[in-house]
């Protein structure tokens, strides 16, 4: 009940925000994104209220010797992944065309990070059930990415420039949320589990993730 009882509430403000935004007058284009200061580096820039630091890590084709070395990988890859999606959003803000722009963004959701979401679905969050009985933190985490899907979903057809913006946003902002939550309550607690292989929980989700665009 506590996740569905919070599922609610994600939702509520989200489409509290969609709502807000849907009625401000037209020639009201502040972007929500955060400008970008002239040479700061990429990893570092805070757009659309991403807040990690920068991943600075590689580990492709590191041997991978701990769970502390695994979880940070695996945080590393959701700083990627919110960096990019909102590199995406503030050049969809920015452009006249705006068109094109929502295309980028709608397919870099679409091969990158809806199947990292399924994936995750299909490895991580079961190793979180079994090891930590972290039931009502999968089912938020569920909800979210249903959530996500949906917002992709009407992203893909939004018809003009305000919707697309708005909704682009939102699904930054979410998932930003989705994965602190992830990182703190999901990868954090695993990655202190003495009798689990994180580094197999990583190794079926690259498995998982084969076809996908990788960040």
């Known amino acids: 009940m506590r996740s569905e009882t919070r599922g609610a509430r994600v939702l509520k403000a989200i489409e509290a925000g969609v709502a807000a935004a849907a009625v401000a007058p037209a020639d009201a284009r502040t972007p929500s994104v955060t400008p970008v200061t002239a040479g700061t580096p990429r990893s570092t820039q805070n757009v659309v209220g991403w807040r990690c630091a920068s991943p600075g890590l590689d580990l492709k084709g590191v041997s991978i010797v701990s769970n ?38 709608v397919t870099y959701l679409t091969e990158t990070v809806l199947p990292h979401l399924q994936a995750d679905e299909t490895t991580v969050y079961p190793a979180s059930r079994a090891s930590l009985s972290g039931e009502s933190v999968v089912q938020s985490m569920l909800l979210e990415n249903d959530l996500i899907r949906k917002r992709a979903a009407q992203l893909t057809a939004a018809n003009d420039w305000r919707a697309a913006t708005v909704l682009a946003s939102r699904i930054c902002q979410l998932f930003e949320l989705h994965a602190i939550e ?33 960040p």
Not at 78 to 100: C, K
Not at 198 to 208: F, I, M, N, Q, Y
């Open 182 to 214: 992830e990182n703190r309550f999901v990868i954090a607690a695993l990655g202190a589990k003495g009798n689990v292989d994180l580094a197999g929980v990583v190794e079926a989700e690259r498995d998982a993730l084969v076809g996908a665009v990788l």
């Open 68 to 105: 502390d070395k695994v979880a940070n990988e695996m945080r590393a890859r959701h700083a990627l992944l919110g960096l990019e999606l909102n590199r995406l959003t503030r050049a969809l803000w920015e452009t006249a065309q705006w068109q094109a722009a929502r295309d980028r963004v």
